[in-house]
């Protein structure tokens, strides 16, 4: 059975660090791409960061220059740094898998509360 499980959340103040790990289990990991997403509180779910199967990495907007996706396939595990983080990046932050330009065996983790507060 698939599983994706997130990690490294937590409280921390405006203009400091966290990393998040995206552990998946019950699949060839290095074929997947892998994406970072993100619901605030009425908010629309937004996409963060993916790094593909390979290629280059993508970021949105709002956090290129802060927040640093990698992966290590031998660990199954997908990294989001997340570096200067501002009160505006306060979310649920939630991973996502899947295959190919359609993104087929998609699947998503139970999500990892990010707070950004001083």
């Known amino acids: 059975q698939r599983q994706l499980v997130e990690s490294g959340g937590g409280l921390v103040q405006p203009g400091g660090s966290l990393r998040l790990s995206c552990v998946g289990s019950?699949?060839?990991?290095?074929?997947?791409?892998v994406a970072w997403h993100r619901q605030a509180p009425g908010h629309q779910r937004e996409l963060v960061a993916m790094?593909?199967?390979?290629?280059?990495?993508y970021y949105a907007d709002s956090v290129k220059g802060r927040f640093t996706i990698s992966r290590d396939n031998a660990k199954k595990t997908v990294y989001l740094q997340m570096n200067s983080l501002k009160p505006e990046d306060t979310a649920v932050y939630y991973c996502n898998v899947g295959i190919g330009s359609n993104w087929s065996e998609n699947l998503w983790g139970q999500g990892t509360q990010v707070t950004v507060s001083s």
């Open positions: 019950g699949m060839i990991f290095s074929i997947y791409s």
């Open positions: 790094i593909p199967s390979a290629g280059r990495t």
